[in-house]
C-alpha cells in the first residue's frame, strides 16, 4: 500500500522497493509508529523537510507496526529512524528526535 499526503509518500512491505530503492535521488525514509510520542513530535519537523525539498529529494515514511519485514531487514530497533538512500543504498542513519537542520544538511550534502 502506498499512500500520499501532501508531500510525503506513505510506504509498506509491498511498495518499499519501488518508493525507495528505486527512486532518482537521495529518499529520506522515517520509520514511525503511531503508539510513539517521539515519533509523533517528529512529524511536523518531516513535514517541513517534506516541503523544502519537494521536486528534488523523496519524503517517505514507514509505519513500523505495518511495515514489520522492512522494519527487520533495515534492523529497526528503537524509533523514530530516519534513514536517507541513495541509489537503492543506506547512506546515513538518524536514531531519536533531532532537530530539522539535522535531516536538511544530509540531503543538502547528497542533492
Given at each position: 500500500m502506498t499512500t500520499t499526503t501532501a508531500k510525503i509518500v506513505h510506504a509498506g512491505d509491498a511498495t518499499f522497493q519501488q518508493e525507495v530503492l528505486k527512486a532518482s535521488g537521495p529518499v529520506l525514509v522515517d520509520f514511525w509508529a503511531e503508539w510513539?510520542?517521539?515519533?509523533?513530535?517528529?512529524?511536523?519537523?518531516?513535514?517541513?523537510?517534506?516541503?523544502?525539498?519537494?521536486?528534488?529529494?523523496?519524503?517517505?515514511?514507514?509505519?513500523?507496526?505495518?511495515?514489520?519485514?522492512?522494519?527487520?531487514?533495515?534492523g529497526i530497533m528503537s524509533i523514530p529512524t530516519v534513514m536517507v538512500f541513495k541509489n537503492g543504498e543506506v547512506v546515513h542513519q538518524m536514531v531519536g528526535l533531532q532537530p530539522a537542520n539535522n535531516y536538511?544538511?544530509?540531503?543538502?550534502?547528497?542533492l
Open positions: 510513539c510520542g517521539p515519533c509523533r513530535m517528529l512529524g511536523p519537523i518531516i513535514e517541513k523537510v517534506a516541503e523544502k525539498y519537494v521536486g528534488r529529494a523523496k519524503v517517505v515514511k514507514v509505519n513500523t507496526d505495518e511495515a514489520t519485514a522492512i522494519a527487520a531487514k533495515y536538511a544538511a544530509i540531503l543538502d550534502r547528497l
